[in-house]
């Protein structure tokens, strides 16, 4: 630990013998070594401690990570679900026997197709508005986005 020979010890000995005598060298190691071994208990218990603490802000690191990634897994599901719903609405709007694409927009019936299709699409669009919501509103601070929410219920408030 700080590098020191048999010289260096048997120099310290030495030293200690003049400076005690023999009478009052034995207590002295005795208390010497039990500091010592106080210190290097206290030493390797701060350690471990340290340790523990680095392992656990890496688990939680990890155990954040893994969420996220659920989160976009669950939005991307959800996002192809959708798509796959308009898809199928625009193909059975476009195969159906009253689409015709050379009719005037002046035609009854295709502006009663147009005003169906403009709700679906907005009907999607607003799916779409709630799976970003859901996306992007999950990495923002709580306390930040409940004091967003707050300011949006008084707004609200002051125009009703």
């Known amino acids: 630990m700080f590098n020191i020979g048999s010289f260096e010890v048997l ?3 030495i030293i200690a013998l003049l400076v005690l005598g023999p009478e009052r060298l034995p207590g002295a190691v005795k208390t010497a070594g039990l500091w010592i071994g106080r210190f290097r208990r206290s030493f390797y218990k701060v350690k471990a401690e340290i340790e523990r603490e680095l392992n656990a802000d890496e688990i ?4 954040h990570n893994e969420s996220v990634l659920e989160e976009i897994a669950e939005a991307k599901a959800e996002i192809e679900g959708v798509a796959k719903e308009t898809e199928q ?4 709007i476009v195969n159906t026997a009253n689409f015709d694409p050379g009719a005037s927009k002046n035609s009854d019936l295709q502006a009663g197709d147009e005003k169906s299709i403009k709700g679906e699409l907005k009907g999607v669009s607003d799916q779409i508005e709630d799976v970003a919501k859901q996306l992007y509103g999950t990495g923002k601070n709580p306390k930040l986005t409940a004091e967003k929410d707050s300011a949006n219920i008084k707004q609200e408030n002051d125009i009703s």
């Open 60 to 63: 939680r690191r990890q155990l």
């Open 11 to 13: 120099l310290i000995c």
């Open 89 to 92: 609405s625009v193909n059975k």
